[in-house]
């Protein structure tokens, strides 16, 4: 039995760099998780030392939470023989602990539909490929995009090549994902020194929301969203189970992104056609109303065949697919954060029938309104230990 596993505080060690918007808001998550479900005395340090965390000398603990990155903090942590729950994207030869991540093709598919939707046909990734957890991410974004029929050229900032050169290289306009806010504001202070106009020539979209980096560029660089306080709480809960004798239900926990936080370095549309640009501008405004296609045909002054085929041709989705993906996206956050009724919910994001909702909403989702919304609260700060997998997290293992 672990030291102090008869009593009711808890020693636990976050081995969390705490100096990015995602590690602070996976440990609130974490410190959310543990005013509700007892005392936890928690071992934090604010950044690494050395180029990495450490447990203090002489700890004794009930368990860890950490993001283990490489062999040697797994063998580190392993030789405790405490429980351990990883919350880190690295892959590594042996995975002997329960994780916590990101789900890397939700967060790919996420990306290139960001893009896609705002007519881009030209993809870009900008990543430091000599680390396997963005070769594991550009992998995601690479089948996204070439599983829709595009080409997508990378630019590997380990390597000597031009950042300037790549970028100026590029056919535009051009749509490049980064990996994290950092290198999105790197490609960004890049363009500006290259006469390169963002969004209109290059549209920058990092991959994670920082509150500081993310704001710090002109313009301000969008980013992916990722669940990480939810992260920290399905952490948490994992772990506490683990403490009380409990082995998890499964391997690993696969949280989708949040969304996408839009800001100027995405804010346009690359498209020719004023007709389609005012579409998506309708679209955009009314999407959560009761519009149908026939209510867009009488909008502009073209045919409803000819608008349907100009609009996958530009936007590699049919009007009615934008739609969809729009009103469940919204449905999303509205069953995950509110108490809306189901039927309001439908109602808000534009359905015409609460059973028309069910059945897209499922189709889309794989799983009914009901059960999306009561498997997030099961998972969320507070809530207690987490029964099953996430509704939205693909299990493996």
């Known amino acids: ?63 860890i939470i950490a993001r283990v990155a490489n062999e040697s903090i797994c063998a580190e942590l392993e030789a405790t023989a405490l429980p351990v729950v990883n919350i880190s994207g690295v892959r590594l030869k042996t995975n002997p602990f329960p994780r916590v991540i990101t789900q890397a093709d939700a967060l790919g598919r996420l990306a290139f539909h960001t893009f896609r939707d705002r007519g881009f046909r030209r993809f870009a990734y900008v990543g430091d490929l000599s680390l396997a957890y963005v070769r594991d991410h550009l992998a995601a ?9 595009h080409g997508l050229s990378v630019h590997d900032i380990s390597t000597t090549a031009s950042l ?87 391997q690993e926990w696969h949280l989708e992104p949040h969304g996408v936080v839009e800001k100027p370095s995405i804010d346009t549309l690359a498209v020719d056609d004023p007709v389609l640009a005012d579409v998506m501008e309708h679209l955009k405004t009314h999407a959560l109303s009761p ?44 069953l995950a954060e509110t108490r ?27 799983t009914a309104p009901g059960r999306y919304r009561r498997q997030w609260r099961a998972t969320a700060p507070g809530r207690g230990l987490i029964p099953a997998a996430p509704i939205d ?3 493996t293992g």
Request: aromatic fraction near 6%; include cysteine.
């Open 141 to 149: 974004y690479r089948a996204a995009v070439t599983g829709a029929g």
């Open 291 to 334: 519009l149908s296609i026939d209510d867009l045909v009488r909008h502009v002054p073209v045919g409803r065949r000819s608008l349907e085929r100009n609009f996958r041709r530009a936007f590699g989705c049919s009007i009615l697919e934008h739609l969809r993906r729009t009103r469940i996206n919204h449905a999303r956050t509205l």
């Open 340 to 366: 809306t009724p189901i039927a309001e919910v439908s109602r808000r994001c534009g359905f015409s029938s609460c059973t028309y909702f069910n059945r897209i909403f499922k189709q889309v989702t794989g």
């Open 1 to 63: 039995m672990p030291p102090h596993a008869t009593t009711d505080l808890r020693r636990v060690a976050i081995l969390v760099d705490s100096t990015t918007t995602w590690s602070r808001t996976l440990i609130r998550g974490i410190l959310d998780y543990t005013r509700v479900h007892g005392s936890w005395h928690v071992h934090l340090e604010p950044q690494p030392r050395d180029g990495r965390l450490h447990l203090p000398d002489g700890w004794r603990g009930d368990g």
């Open 164 to 250: 300037a050169g790549f970028l100026s290289g590029l056919p535009k306009p051009v749509a490049a994902f980064c990996w994290g806010p950092s290198l999105g504001h790197r490609v960004i202070d890049t363009c500006q020194l290259s006469g390169l106009a963002v969004p209109h020539d290059v549209a920058v979209l990092g991959s994670a929301w920082d509150d500081l980096l993310s704001e710090a560029s002109h313009p301000a660089q969008a980013a992916i969203r990722v669940q990480s306080e939810r992260i920290g709480a399905t952490a948490a809960s994992v772990l506490d189970g683990m403490m009380r004798g409990h082995p998890p239900e499964q």
């Open 393 to 395: 997290a693909r299990p």
